[in-house]
Every structure is written in C-alpha cells, then in structure tokens.
C-alpha cells in the first residue's frame, strides 16, 4: 500500500464520526475548523523488516491534527476534547494510538485555533508504484 492510499483511507474511516466535523488526508490550503488534517508524524517511516525474499514492512506514523476554533476557553476546549475522542473512536483496526499532545493555541492566517495532536501508527507493506522495484540488470559491454 502506497502511504498517499494509507491516509485517504484513514481520513475516510475518520470522517464518519457522528460530528460535524472535516478530515483532510493532505493539509488544506485553508484550515477552516472544526477539521483533522493528517501529516507525517515522527518518526514518519520506521522499517519493521526488509530486504528479500520477505516482503519489506514499515511502521508508519501520523499525527492527526485536530482543529477547533478558539473562541472562548470552556467552548473551545469542550469542543477539541469532543473532537479527539471522536477521532479515538473511528479510528479502523490495526491503528495504535500514542500521545495526544496537550491543547495549544496556533495561528494560521488571521484566525487563532485550538489544536491537539493524536499520534497514530501502523504497520503496512510498502508499494512503489504501478510495478514493484526491480533491480537492474549488469549492462553488457
């Protein structure tokens, strides 16, 4: 599985929450809150095994960024501690969860948002493409 199919598929497991809320499987060019918005976590990609004839396995992290509007302290905290157990709940089988760092206060663009991350791993075999890598033939001389 390549990792751009891994994050779609974790961000459509997450949309189905039961709250009104947006995940993006990429970070969007305008945040607009409530959302999760999944990136690389660290470390991002961690070989599990490799090498042949086994087929390489990696542990794959993700941070999944949960955003929430910062309006006021009760309602925007209410608000994130909803959101992260909602993520905590959809998440599929065979996703394991970390930390989940402690609420924060970002800027991005003019509005100032309430954020939390929730560390989430899996393991998953690599795939390269449309073929699998090969390694080349010696060149002839």
Same mark, same amino acid.
């Given at each position: 599985?390549?990792?751009? !199919? ?8 997450? *949309? ?10 990429? =970070?969007?060019? &305008?945040?607009?809150?409530? !959302?999760? /918005? ?13 090498? #042949?004839?086994? @087929?390489?396995?990696?542990? /794959? *992290? ?7 509007a910062n309006l006021d302290n009760q309602g925007s905290l209410d608000q994130l501690e909803?959101?992260?157990?909602? &993520?905590?709940?959809?998440? $599929? #089988? ?7 760092? =402690? =609420? @924060?206060?970002? !800027?991005?663009? $003019? @509005? ?5 991350? /929730?560390?989430? !791993? ?9 073929? $699998?890598?090969?390694? @080349? ?5």
């Amino acid at each position: 599985m390549n990792l751009k !199919t891994l994050r779609t598929t974790l961000a459509t497991a997450l *949309t189905d929450a039961g709250i009104d809320y947006s995940t993006s499987a990429f =970070p969007p060019p &305008v945040v607009i809150p409530p !959302t999760v /918005v999944i990136v690389p976590g660290n470390p991002w990609i961690a070989p599990i095994t490799i090498g #042949r004839p086994a @087929s390489p396995q990696v542990q /794959v *992290t993700f941070r999944l960024t949960c955003i929430v509007a910062n309006l006021d302290n009760q309602g925007s905290l209410d608000q994130l501690e909803e959101l992260v157990f909602a &993520v905590l709940d959809n998440l $599929p #089988r065979g996703w394991e969860v970390g930390d989940v760092s =402690p =609420p @924060s206060v970002e !800027t991005i663009g $003019p @509005s100032d948002l309430l954020v939390s991350d /929730v560390q989430v !791993t899996t393991p998953a075999t690599p795939s390269y493409g449309a073929r $699998p890598w090969q390694p @080349s033939s010696p060149r002839r001389t």
